[in-house]
């Protein structure tokens, strides 16, 4: 450094990795704006096209999003035309989850936005470093109760282990700091 002192934040796991999250998700939604998709949309859009055919009810279960809200979401794309809800054959109130053609050609164009930006990201980081650095990640996810490729986000409901986390961290604190 100039010969200034880091603040004590510089420090702080927590701090750097809640600022390098919000610094991650603005750029990769910048990132995503041109092709008129969110990345909760290009999350969704990707696991739909991985196991396509599965119901709603399972897509919601595989990303941890409440059924629900996963509704709206599926909603927003298929008024888009990039995701069909089709009849199951073998359940008649489920619904079965496809990617449209233009779905396909418009995630097609997303993972190529997503794979240059990944590997703008860890520009710096060897291919060990960057196994590491997932690794590490990961297992401070878990502290959480955030499973590895399941958006933080998506899993705020009562009972997860985000919601659990803040309260284990709410008990943990001397009463006075509670207030």
């Known amino acids: 450094m100039d010969g200034q002192q880091s603040p004590p934040t510089a420090q702080s796991v927590g701090f750097t990795l809640s600022s390098l999250g919000l610094a991650t998700s603005a750029a990769f939604t910048a990132k ?19 196991a396509e055919g599965l119901s709603q009810q399972a897509i919601a279960e595989r990303l941890q999003i409440p059924p629900s809200r996963l509704v709206a979401f599926i909603d927003g794309l298929e008024q888009q035309g990039m995701v069909e809800r089709r009849s199951n054959p073998e359940d008649r109130r489920a619904r079965a989850l496809y990617l449209t053609a ?3 050609r418009r995630l097609a164009r997303a993972l190529k936005i997503a794979q240059g930006f990944e590997q703008d990201l860890c520009g710096d980081l060897s291919a060990g470093e960057r196994k590491l650095l997932l690794e590490l990640l990961h297992r401070v996810g878990a502290r959480l109760g955030v499973a590895p490729g399941v958006h933080a986000a998506t899993a705020d409901q009562p009972g997860s282990g985000i919601d659990a986390a803040v309260r284990a961290t709410a008990a943990a604190q001397p009463p006075a700091a509670r207030r």
């Open 102 to 104: 233009a779905g396909k």
């Open 32 to 50: 995503l704006a041109p092709l008129g998709l969110t990345p909760r949309d290009f999350a969704l859009m990707r696991s739909v096209a991985f």
